[in-house]
Structures are given as C-alpha cells and as structure tokens.
C-alpha cells in the first residue's frame, strides 16, 4: 500500500492518493487534477475513486475533471445531498483497495454535518486515517462555518456538540 501526501501551500490543504493493487483512490483532491494524473500514471495505476470529505469552502476540487478523464467513482455522505453523479460513503461502508487494504467510513460531523473520516486498514488493522477538516495535528476543525450556507447547513452550536462526539467516539 501506497500512500501519497500532496500540498498545496496557498490554501495550506493536503489531499492525499492511497494506490493499492485495485487502483488509486484519492482524497479531497484539490483544483488542478494533473498532480493526482501524473501521479496514477509513474504508480501504473488508474484513479478508480475520489472521495469528498466535506464540501469545501476555501478551494474548488478537481473530483468531476478526475471522473470525467478517468471514469473514477465519487464518494461522499449521503447527508450531502450531492447533486452529482456519487456513491454514498457513510459509517461502515468500505472501498477494497486490494491486498488485504479497505477504506472505511467514519462520519465524523463537527465541522460540517456531512463530514466523514477514512480510515486505511490493512489486514484488519487500523494503520492511517483521514479527517479532511475534523482533526489537525493539536486542532479541530472550526464548526461555525456551515451556519447559513450549502444545502445542508447546521448552528454553529450543534455543530460543537457533534465535533465534541466525533473526536471521542472514534478514538
């Protein structure tokens, strides 16, 4: 299994490309898709899927150019509504990677309500996982951004409460 982590200093996001012998599956991808191409391409991989963790508010992702070029199936929760062509990913479900590696869903809502994790097992064991905006290294996501806007929104003080049960219930 192979784990690939990519920056974007501007916008300080990282998106990550998990490549396991079914394909590369890619994670909040930002707006320009030919680092996550170019990238498939030296794996001898193809892009099999995307997965959102939230929508964002502070970057366009690149998810419809990658399915469009690749044919790659976009994941995200079913609370999002996507109005998109997707597959729901929600608590429990899973992405087989191949070799032992699945993807698994957490939803983790905090910083958005449809917020998920995914968590990286290989061989039954836990070994990465990612939060999108949830959880930072000695931070949270905010939860007062989704108050008022996108199609599912959510009081800046439920929102706490949920990030509260989030980052415990999956420790």
Do not use: W
Request: with cysteine; net charge negative.
């Amino acid at each position: 299994m192979k784990i690939r982590q990519f920056e974007d200093k501007a916008l300080a996001h990282f998106s990550y490309a998990i490549t396991g012998p079914n394909g590369t599956v890619l994670v909040d991808p930002g707006r320009d898709p030919l680092p996550y191409l170019e990238h498939a391409a030296a794996e001898g991989s193809n892009i099999t899927g995307v997965i959102e963790t939230h929508p964002h508010a502070d970057f366009v992702s690149s998810h419809l150019e990658i399915h469009k070029a690749m044919g790659a199936t976009l994941y995200c929760s079913r609370i999002l509504e996507a109005t998109y062509p997707h597959t729901t990913f929600d608590e429990g479900n899973t992405i087989d990677l191949g070799g032992g590696a699945i993807l698994k869903a957490l939803n983790t809502p905090g910083h958005s309500p449809d917020s998920i994790s995914i968590v990286l097992e290989e061989n039954g064991t836990p070994t990465a996982v990612f939060t999108g905006d949830t959880l930072f290294i000695g931070d949270c996501g905010r939860p007062d951004l989704r108050e008022n806007t996108g199609k599912v929104s959510a009081k800046r003080e439920a929102l706490a409460k949920d990030m509260y049960h989030s980052l415990r219930k999956n420790s």
